[in-house]
T-cell receptor, first 111, second 107 residues
Framework: DAGVIQSPRHEVTEMGQEVTLRCKPI?????LFWYRQTMMRGLELLIY????????DSGMPEDRFSAKMPNASFSTLKIQPSEPRDSAVYFC?????????FGEGSWLTVV | GIQVEQSPPDLILQEGANSTLRCNFS?????LQWFHQNPWGQLINLFY???GTKQNGRLSATTVATERYSLLYISSSQTTDSGVYFC?????????FGTGTRLTVIP
């Protein structure tokens, strides 16, 4: 398997623009997680899905953030409108039982 | 949530040296993983080790769940071992990450 695939790998956008991050989990995995990593707060869980259903979104910072999982092989994390403080690395991870596997991350810079 | 503490926060080693990284956690866990984040930012899974001992090459890990700690051993360190090592523990389906140990291996 190719592992968890995220896109884009890097994005620089202007404040106020919409940002969409994408994730393809490992085939067969039924859990999908979105994490954010910043220098100040480390790695934080934003939201996770089980069988495409959002289970816990308590980590989503505010209404500007939304996540969807329309099918078992695709998820998006959207920020609208983006702000400079959203600059971070966003990781997607998937798991079946036990071990979680992470994508390579999407490096977002909002200027 | 579960509190995860890692020590030391920073570690500088001469190439070839051995080291032990520690992870303490505040509650019973179903799952513990060690990750290496390399200088390019990639999070690489090292071990899934809720209990017991595992070895993979120069790395090994031991988790004593009853005493709520895990240790990661790095032997004969190499410059490619540099990066941040994270311990992450899970209750249900969330992973709680420690703040990491930043390892720098110098030639």
């Amino acid at each position: 398997d190719a592992g968890v695939i995220q896109s884009p790998r890097h994005e620089v956008t202007e404040m106020g623009q919409e940002v969409t991050l994408r994730c393809k989990p490992i085939s067969g995995h039924d859990y999908l997680f979105w994490y954010r990593q910043t220098m100040m707060r480390g790695l934080e869980l934003l939201i996770y899905f089980n069988n495409n259903v959002p289970i816990d979104d308590s980590g989503m910072p505010e209404d500007r953030f939304s996540a969807k999982m329309p099918n078992a092989s695709f998820s998006t994390l959207k920020i609208q409108p983006s702000e400079p403080r959203d600059s971070a690395v966003y990781f997607c991870a998937s798991s079946l039982v036990g071990t979680k596997y992470f994508g390579e991350g999407s490096w977002l810079t909002v200027v | 949530g579960i509190q995860v503490e890692q020590s030391p926060p920073d570690l500088i080693l001469q190439e070839g040296a051995n080291s032990t990284l520690r992870c303490n956690f505040s509650d019973s866990v179903n799952n513990l993983q060690w990750f290496h984040q390399n200088p390019w930012g990639q999070l690489i899974n090292l071990f899934y080790i809720p209990s017991g001992t595992k070895q993979n090459g120069r790395l090994s890990a031991t988790t004593v769940a009853t005493e709520r700690y895990s240790l990661l051993y790095i032997s004969s360190s190499q410059t490619t071992d540099s990066g941040v090592y994270f311990c992450a523990v899970a209750g249900a389906n969330n992973l709680f990450f420690g703040t990491g140990t930043r390892l720098t291996v110098i030639p």
